[in-house]
């Protein structure tokens, strides 16, 4: 890198990016930062990955008025790449003539964005979806909630794929909705509790379409399952790795209440099913002064609803859950799998009272054609990972919210969505336009070859009009020499 970068545009690979480089670009008034990121991030040595990971939310953090670009490697920026990179190391020549000479002679780029200033866009809804399984006897059932958040994030929103968080957490609800709307198809088996399931949008912005959805349920209206008898809600949140399953609580659930019973059944099937997994209960109080909540469930537990979230990470604060490098890969299909079914069997344990009925630990209830379906399961996190779905990018009509809907309809009952937009008084998040420009790279020379080029020219005009002018007096001496004499009579 220059020493001075005023005026100069920074291009950097993942591979080289440090944090002191982004700050020294910063520092110096740079006219924009390039980081260019490799087409298969998950090729990348983990540890600048999680190097990368780990910055981002200080470069989301820092204001600057540097523009700050990311794109894809390609043959032709790769190029542009090394001839830059190539120009700044000959700076360090022991010559000065020859540091001169390569100046004069190097091919420079000129890089110009299309595109107008990024303004903020009014009337932004972001959506949620939401759909039920009715149970059977009786008026005043309890209802348990799953829920997911759709959305991803990370530093730069057009490369938000969101794979582990929260592809898994959606692709495990959408399957569950899918094996329970089985189990209560059936009488024998149609189950005495409602289940309510609720995909919810914006929830990288602090869970915006749950808080909503509450209002909605709780405040704006009489007739509402979140009104009369909750048993639980269960956020699902980055499950698509690991060898661990975190149930993250606000409050520890007291004995002989439903929350203390889906704890005690998670501990139940990962002791008799899965012992290769490491179940644990992470206790964090809610802290109403911080600017954002750690984990979902605390949404509900504000309204006063038992929740939990569970994930097999083991703290909020972990980089992964907001990083452009959360790609498909992240996500382990066999670990995924396992976890639906530990949820599944779980879930399924409380529901049927099956362990005050003398069930053993053992016992599965998802076999054969009531199996997890991995290829359901794959495909669902293949679709996810395949576009962007930063809350920014995903409007009420985009095929990420129809398809979600989709899916959720051919399973479950009642599905509606629920809208939510900033207040144009005082905005909890406000979202811009112009996330992504083109950037065109122009071949330039650099201007000391313009000065070169017109010195060189000047001293040739100038020798010629010497050599001119010196054949001139040459030849005026020679013919006076070689004229031949006349006598005179």
């Known amino acids: ?18 944090y002191d480089k982004y ?10 930062v390039v980081i260019i990121l490799p087409k298969n991030m998950s090729a990348m040595p983990q540890d600048i990955v999680q190097q990368f990971m780990e910055l981002e939310p200080e470069m989301l953090a820092t204001e600057t008025i540097v523009p700050v670009y990311f794109a894809m490697e390609d043959d032709e920026l790769l190029s542009i790449y090394m001839q830059t990179q190539t120009s700044s190391s ?12 390569h100046t004069a002679t190097a091919n420079g780029f000129q890089m110009v964005t299309s595109g107008s200033q990024s303004k903020a866009i009014s009337d932004w809804a972001i959506t949620s979806l939401e759909g ?26 057009w490369l938000s794929y969101g794979a582990d968080s929260n592809g898994s957490g959606v692709s495990m609800l959408l399957e569950l909705a899918r094996l329970f709307s089985r189990l209560y198809t059936y009488k ?42 909750v048993a639980f809600v269960l956020c699902l949140d980055t499950l698509g790795n690991g060898d661990a399953l975190h149930l993250h609580v606000s409050k520890p659930p007291k004995e002989g209440t439903p929350q203390h019973s889906l704890l005690k059944e998670l501990e139940t099937v990962v002791t008799s099913q899965y012992p290769e997994v490491k179940f644990s209960m992470v206790h964090k109080k809610i802290n109403l002064a911080d600017d954002t909540l750690a984990w ?44 639906t079914k530990v949820v599944a069997e779980a879930l399924a344990r409380v529901i049927y009272n099956l362990t005050e009925k003398g069930a053993p630990g053992d016992l599965q209830i998802f076999t054969e054609q009531m199996q997890v379906q991995e290829e359901q399961l794959s495909s669902v996190v293949d679709w996810l990972t395949a576009q962007p779905r930063a809350a920014q990018l995903v409007d009420k009509d985009s095929s990420v919210v129809s398809t979600l809907e989709y899916h959720l309809a051919r399973h479950l009952k009642d599905v509606k969505r629920h809208y939510v937009k900033a207040d144009k008084r005082d905005p909890e998040f406000v979202f811009y336009d112009q996330l992504k420009q083109t950037m065109n790279a122009y071949r330039v020379k650099p201007a000391i070859f313009d000065l070169l080029l017109a010195v060189c020219i000047a001293a040739y005009l100038g020798v010629m009009y010497l050599a001119i ?15 031949p004499k006349t006598k005179t009579h």
């Open 90 to 101: 000959s700076q360090g020549s022991s010559s000065a003539a020859e540091v001169l000479l």
């Open 1 to 18: 890198m220059a020493e001075v970068l005023s005026r100069r545009c920074v291009i950097m690979r993942l591979a080289d990016f440090s």
């Open 296 to 339: 979902e469930h605390e949404r509900f537990g504000i309204r006063r609803l038992p929740a939990f979230t569970l994930s097999h990470l083991p703290s909020h604060r972990l980089a992964q859950r907001s990083s452009i490098m959360d790609v498909r890969p992240h996500v382990d299909l066999k670990k995924l799998s396992r976890n």
């Open 469 to 483: 002018q010196n054949f001139g007096v040459l030849y005026s001496v020679v013919r006076r020499i070689t004229q």
């Open 132 to 157: 039920r399984l009715a149970g059977v006897g009786g008026e005043d059932l309890p209802t348990i909630v799953l829920v997911a958040h759709y959305d991803s994030f990370g530093v730069a929103p």
């Open 23 to 32: 700050q020294k670009a910063l520092r110096q008034s740079a006219g924009a």
């Open 188 to 229: 024998r088996t149609h189950a005495g509790y409602n289940l309510l399931f609720f995909v919810s949008g914006g929830g990288k912005f602090n869970y915006q379409g749950t808080k909503r959805w509450l209002e909605d349920n709780l405040d704006h209206t009489d007739s509402s399952l979140l009104q009369d008898n």
